[in-house]
Structure formats: structure tokens, C-alpha cells
């Protein structure tokens, strides 16, 4: 019996980053590695991620790290908008919010830029969702490396992911 379990595994952790599978396990979410997908070229960018997924580039839930007065904070929004670091600023009651470094998002998070899920990182940081993801019924997300994302309700996404809703987007300017 022990071989058949550990043969369930490596199938996890062939589509997930082995942090992101073990994080699933622990949030009571193991069987969600059955909806993960796979893809064999990276799906980096949010547009290359939808375009993949075949859907909306707003149904994608970016994962982003900040720094908001040296101290990360990850901040989850819709593929098509941006975050406006000013409000994140304003919402977090801090001086300065600039984008994590390359090294720092691995160092935080345990993924590369490109894989971050929305949840199941090294290091608990504070989490903030814009408002946008909740227009969805299904958003996707990395789970845990930039060939992998997996589908997940936006309210659920949110509450494994210990994150507060708030406005953060980016307002466009329209004529």
C-alpha cells in the first residue's frame, strides 16, 4: 500500500511546485491538484497564461510582491488591470511601496516570478486582493511554477489566501 501512495505524489508535484502541493495538503485542498494544467511552454504573463487557458485575461489572478516600507506584501489582481501602488500605499498606512526584486519575491514566497500562487508561500506576509477578482466566477492562478495554473472561486481563492479586499487597481483614463 505504501507504494501506491507515494506513487500519488510525484503526479502532484510533476504539475505543482512540491511547496505549493504541500500547502494544498495542509489548506485541505489536495484534491484540487486534479484541475492544475499544464502547459509546455512558460505562461509568465498573465496575457500568456489566458491565452493558454483560453480565457478572459481579467480571469487571471496575478500574484504580486511588494515592498511596502521594506517589508513584502503580496497583492493579488485581475491580469488586466495594474496595481496602483499609491493606494496600496494608502491602504497599508506605510511611506513607500515599490515591486519586490526578483530575489526577494523568491526569498518571500519560495517561487519565481512567473509561478507565484496566491497562497502556500515560505514566509506569511500580508495579503491584499483587489475587488476586481470577485467579478469572476472562476479565476486562474500559478500554482507554483510558470507551466501551471489551476482554477479556483474568487471568494475561496481570497480566504485561503488571508487576504482583505480591497481597491488597489489602477484607474484608466477614458475620453
Known amino acids: 500500500m505504501a507504494h501506491a501512495r507515494t506513487a500519488t505524489v510525484p503526479s502532484m508535484t510533476t504539475a505543482a511546485h512540491p511547496l505549493f502541493a504541500e500547502a494544498l495538503r495542509e489548506l485541505g485542498l489536495a484534491d484540487l491538484h486534479t484541475r492544475i494544467r499544464r502547459f ?20 487571471i489572478c496575478k500574484s504580486l ?6 517589508e513584502p506584501v503580496l497583492v493579488l489582481m485581475d491580469g ?3 496595481v496602483d501602488v499609491e493606494l496600496v500605499r494608502k491602504e497599508l498606512g506605510v511611506q513607500k511601496v515599490t515591486r519586490a526584486k526578483a530575489d526577494v519575491v523568491r526569498e518571500t514566497t519560495g ?12 514566509t506569511r506576509t500580508r495579503v491584499l486582493a483587489d475587488r476586481s477578482l470577485l467579478e469572476h466566477e472562476v479565476v486562474w492562478a500559478a500554482a507554483g511554477n510558470p507551466h501551471a495554473v489551476f482554477p479556483m472561486e474568487p471568494k475561496e481563492l481570497v480566504a485561503h489566501a488571508g487576504a482583505t479586499v480591497v481597491d488597489v487597481r489602477e484607474q484608466t483614463q477614458t475620453s
Do not use: K
Open 40 to 59: 509546455p511552454d512558460a505562461t509568465r504573463t498573465a496575457a500568456e497564461a489566458a491565452a493558454a487557458i483560453g480565457c478572459e485575461l481579467s480571469q
Open 65 to 70: 510582491i511588494f515592498a511596502a516600507d521594506g
Open 80 to 82: 488586466a488591470s495594474r
Open 111 to 122: 517561487y519565481a516570478i512567473g509561478g507565484v500562487p496566491p497562497f502556500g508561500h515560505r
